[in-house]
Structures are given as C-alpha cells and as structure tokens.
C-alpha cells in the first residue's frame, strides 16, 4: 500500500505541500488535506482590501482544485494529533491516520500578555491578523471615520506573522483617509520594538505621501504597552494613555495551536525543526512548514512558508524514496505598498548553516528610488500574489 502523507493545514505552507506531493508523488503515495475552513482568504492582500484596492472575493479561494488533482480534502477542524498512534483526531472524533505528517497551523494569538485584553475585545479593538470577517470589519471602520479621526494600533515584538504587514496596513489605511481628503487624521503606532522592517523606507513614504499624518513611537518613547479598555477604546502605557476612534490590536502570537497541544512547540511557543529536512525536532514522523516553524532567519511570510512547504516536500519524497536528503536553498520576498503606486520589497536566499536557516543572499529597495521603480514595485507584488496563489491552489 502506498504510503499514507497528511498535511494539516491548507495555507501557503499546507495547501503548496499537498500539491507539490500530488505532482511528484504520484500514485505511489496516497495524500490527504484537513483543513478546517472550505474558503482560504489570504492575509496576503488583506491589507489591499482593508485600503480599498482589491475585494474581498479577490482574496477567497477554494480547494476544489486539489481534491481535481487526487489530493483527499477533509473540510474538517483537527481536533488533536495522537503522535503514538499516528493519526490526526477530527472534531468529530474520528481518525486520519498517516504514516507522515506535514503540519502547517499557521498562528495563534496570545490574549493573555496585555492587561484588558481578551478574545472578547477583538469584537472592538479587532487585529486582522487572520484575514476573513475581521478584515471587511476593520475596513468598514475605517471607511466610517470622520476627518480629524484618530486611529491606535498596536504592533508586537518579533517574531510575529509577516514583519512588515502592521507598516504597509498603516500605510493603505493613510492612503485611503488622503484620498477621501482627510488630512486631518492621525494613525498612532504603538510598537512593541525599536526598530522595523524596511522602517527608512516606510517613514520616508509616510512623510513623502502623507505628511503628519503617522506617529510611529517605539517602547523607549511609550514606555512599554500596560493594558488597554476596549468599552472607553484607550490603550494604556507606562508613560501615557491613548484613545483611539478606530483601535486595533496586533496580539503577540504562537505556533497554530495544535502544534503546541501535541506538544511540538518550545517554551518560545514556536516549533523547533531540522533545518534541512523540516522534520519536528520532538517527532521525525512530523514535518512542520510555515508560520509555526522556527526558521532561523527566514520570517514568517507566505513566501516563506511556499518555499519552505516545496524543500520540505522534496525530502519527504525523497525519504519515502530512501534517498539521502539534500540540502536545500530556500528564498523569500516581501512586496509592501507604502502607496498604491509605491510598491517597495525585502528579501534573501537562506541555507542551513550551524543547525539553523541563514541568509545567504539579502535585498532590500532604496530610499530615493524613482516613482517607475516603484510603481513597477506594486506591479511586481500583484504579479507574486497571482502565482503564489496558482502556486498553492492550482
Ligand atoms: P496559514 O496560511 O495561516 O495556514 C494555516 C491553515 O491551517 C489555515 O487555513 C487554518 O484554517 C488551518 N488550520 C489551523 N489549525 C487547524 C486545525 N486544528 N484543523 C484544521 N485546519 C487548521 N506573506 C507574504 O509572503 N507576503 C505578504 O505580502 C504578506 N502580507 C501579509 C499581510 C498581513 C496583514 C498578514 C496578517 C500576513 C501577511 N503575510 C504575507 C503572511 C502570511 O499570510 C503568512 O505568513 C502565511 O499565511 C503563513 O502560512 P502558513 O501555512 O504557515 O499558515
């Protein structure tokens, strides 16, 4: 019988691992794909649709492709991971069993590092960190505000889910109060780190396309965060307190839960694995892709989780092959759009060095790059949004 490959979870890591299996596998190994939601919406873009550049339904995609392709789709929440028995335990108790298994959780939030803040108050201080109806939620809020508005955000430290997402919402929520006239409006950042990604070119973007209008304050400024309230929508630090007419707080994540329920995950919450291979440094029948893997010094971006997800499912076929694993190249790039015409990127090539994925090529744009550049640069973004999605979902 061919051998039995789960992957749990169909995001950019999950969904890219099921199909590179199908295409090389073939036949010989038999693939199934749980994933609890039958529509993926990509964080990816999310920020496009909250500034009012793309809908909703241009970021919602489905798996039918896959199931087209030989892949079993399971539409169904895992409920636990039996590592003895090797199966995944569903919702409703039943079992999946694998002979490997290739987890990709992607995130969860931790609600319990600032005082006042709960699952409760994502209803009004919502993150989007997930996209889905919290993104429409947070651009319908922003759409009703008035000029003069204030908008707080809240911003952890590293590691989180795609380092320079939290700047380019800021700067499409900017682009998107200038073009209704609101000059008069403010975005307050309240950052949980000193410094951030591609931060010379998104505070000269800021100041370029829309001057006074963000305030980015970092812990030595703010103090540190102390709590929040989201019936009076004010966030508490230890210098000062901030009101905000539209506030959103970025919680401090974790691996998916799963991961950390089945005990895969470190005290840092993140999962430790093989930098060649992937293989869970607990369990080496368990392969762990994406945003909850620890990667060295690749961040956690879609990108990332693609390329990762394509290595990974090399050696798997390898392995299953009995072949030796090699080592692989891996690569990311994030596009951030400071403006919609202003497209910027940060990137590298990563290899396995001293036990952990090191940069081995690094890129990022120039300040003062002409505006063709940079318009190529938001064209050169919506071109990987349409194939990392060809990418992952056929
Ligand atoms: P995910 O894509 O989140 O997939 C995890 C999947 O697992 C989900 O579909 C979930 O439903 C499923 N799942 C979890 N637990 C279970 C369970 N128990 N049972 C069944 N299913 C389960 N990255 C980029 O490269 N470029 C960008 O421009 C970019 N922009 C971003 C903008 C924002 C605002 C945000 C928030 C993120 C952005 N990212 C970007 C980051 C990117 O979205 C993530 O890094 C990427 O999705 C990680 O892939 P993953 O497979 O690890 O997790």
């Known amino acids: 019988t ?11 890591g999950g969904a890219t691992a099921a199909r590179v299996l199908r295409s090389y596998g073939g036949p010989r190994i038999d693939i199934t794909l749980i994933e609890e939601n039958r529509d993926y919406v990509t964080c990816f873009f999310s920020n496009w649709v909250i500034g009012g550049l793309r809908e909703m339904a241009d970021i919602t995609h489905g798996y039918d492709r896959l199931a087209a392709a030989g892949i079993r789709v399971v539409n169904a929440r895992a409920a636990s991971i039996d590592r003895d028995g090797k199966a995944v335990v569903l919702a409703d108790g039943s079992r999946v069993s694998y002979d490997r298994l290739v987890l990709a959780p992607g995130i969860a939030f ?17 993150h989007a960190w997930k996209a889905g109806p919290q993104t429409l939620a947070l651009r319908e809020r922003l759409d009703a505000l008035d000029d003069g508005a204030t908008i707080v955000m809240t911003v952890p ?12 919402r800021v700067s499409l929520m900017a682009a998107s109060l200038k073009a209704r006239g609101h000059a008069r409006s403010k975005i307050v950042i309240l950052d949980g780190k000193e410094k951030f990604s591609k931060q010379a070119l998104f505070q000269e973007g800021w100041e370029a396309h829309y001057p006074g209008m963000v305030e980015w304050l970092p812990p030595s400024v703010h103090g540190g965060l102390k709590g929040c309230d989201p019936d009076r929508m004010v ?4 210098l000062d307190s901030f009101h905000g007419d539209l506030v959103s707080v970025i919680p401090p994540q974790t691996a998916g839960a799963i991961a950390i329920a089945a005990g895969l995950a470190g005290e840092d919450g993140w999962c430790a694995v093989d930098p060649v291979t992937f293989a869970s440094a607990v369990d080496p029948a368990i392969t762990v892709v994406g945003d909850s893997s620890k990667a060295g010094e690749m961040p956690k971006s879609a990108f990332s989780a693609n390329s990762q997800a394509k290595a990974a ?22 596009w951030s759009l400071i403006a919609p015409d202003d497209g910027v ?9 001293d036990g952990a994925l090191a940069a ?3 890129f990022v744009s120039k300040s003062g790059e002409s505006a063709e550049d940079r318009r190529k640069g938001a064209e050169e973004a919506a071109a990987w949004y349409a194939a990392i999605v060809a990418d992952m979902f056929g």
């Open 313 to 334: 499912a090399f050696h798997l076929l390898a392995d299953l092959a009995g072949r030796a694993p090699s080592d692989p190249l891996l690569f990311n790039t994030c």
């Open 235 to 238: 966030i508490e630090t230890q």
């Open 360 to 362: 081995k090529v690094s």
């Open 345 to 353: 990127k940060v990137g590298g090539v990563y290899e396995p060095k």
């Open 2 to 12: 061919p051998p039995k490959v789960v992957v749990l979870g169909g995001g950019a």
């Open 157 to 168: 430290a590293m590691p989180y889910r795609c380092p320079p997402g939290p700047y380019e």
């Open 110 to 126: 931790r609600y319990d590092t600032l005082p006042g803040y709960s699952e409760a108050a994502v209803e009004k201080m919502p």
